[in-house]
């Protein structure tokens, strides 16, 4: 599409063309298209402005770029060239980048099941030192994994009130059960 197609398509669909306000965001514009193209993005001369109004003292100009002719106004990065910028005439047509809103979406667990763990303290073990957790918590992983699960499951401790995992249990619980 044009430029002005690929904005008015962005606001449409998304939100708008993609603003490339730091060196990071400019990776990830990198990262997301084919080496070897140029597409646009919402940078265009009337000022060297955002489309979307947001303001950036950011530049990632290829070399010789801006050249400034009278109808190269919009802007395209180049992947050919690290996603460096330069100017174009409007109406060429070029792939684009749009962005749009990051989705608040909470992480709910497909399901989720509690397990109750009985271990014995090995001598000078501390069951509640983070880093023994931690190790529990990879190698119960590794057990999962040799079982068939894959790599979604998610395990973690609960912590009691009092902010530790384990807890010594009394003798007539341990009868009891």
Same mark, same amino acid.
């Given at each position: 599409?044009?430029?002005?197609? =690929?904005?008015?398509?962005?606001?449409?669909?998304?939100? &708008?063309?993609?603003?490339?306000?730091?060196?990071? %965001?400019?990776?990830?514009?990198? %990262?997301?298209?084919?080496?070897?193209?140029?597409?646009?993005?919402?940078?265009?001369? #009337?000022?060297?402005?955002?489309?979307?109004?947001?303001?950036?003292?950011?530049?990632?100009?290829?070399?010789?770029?801006?050249?400034?002719?009278?109808?190269?106004?919009?802007?395209?990065?180049?992947? &050919?060239?690290?996603?460096?910028?330069?100017?174009? &005439?409007?109406?060429?047509?070029?792939?684009?980048?749009?962005?749009?809103?990051?989705?608040?979406?909470?992480?709910?667990?497909?399901?989720?099941?509690?397990?109750?763990?009985?271990?014995?303290?090995?001598?000078?073990?501390?069951?509640?030192?983070?880093?023994?957790? #931690?190790?529990?918590?990879?190698?119960?992983?590794?057990?999962?994994?040799?079982?068939?699960?894959?790599?979604?499951?998610?395990? =973690?401790?609960?912590?009691?009130? #009092?902010?530790?995992?384990?807890?010594?249990?009394? %003798?007539?619980?341990? &009868? %009891?059960?």
């Amino acid at each position: 599409m044009t430029w002005t197609e =690929a904005q008015s398509y962005c606001r449409e669909h998304h939100t &708008d063309l993609a603003s490339v306000r730091n060196p990071a %965001e400019s990776q990830l514009i990198v %990262e997301l298209s084919p080496v070897g193209y140029r597409a646009w993005i919402g940078l265009y001369r #009337d000022s060297w402005k955002w489309s979307d109004g947001s303001n950036s003292s950011f530049k990632y100009w290829a070399e010789k770029e801006p050249n400034y002719r009278a109808s190269k106004v919009c802007v395209a990065a180049a992947f &050919d060239d690290s996603g460096k910028w330069e100017d174009l &005439d409007c109406g060429v047509k070029k792939p684009f980048i749009c962005y749009g809103p990051v989705p608040v979406v909470p992480v709910v667990p497909v399901s989720m099941k509690v397990i109750k763990v009985r271990v014995e303290k090995p001598n000078g073990v501390d069951l509640n030192d983070p880093a023994f957790l #931690d190790a529990m918590l990879v190698e119960a992983k590794k057990n999962l994994r040799a079982q068939g699960l894959d790599d979604n499951v998610q395990l =973690a401790w609960r912590k009691q009130p #009092d902010g530790q995992v384990f807890h010594k249990e009394e %003798e007539k619980k341990r &009868d %009891e059960l």
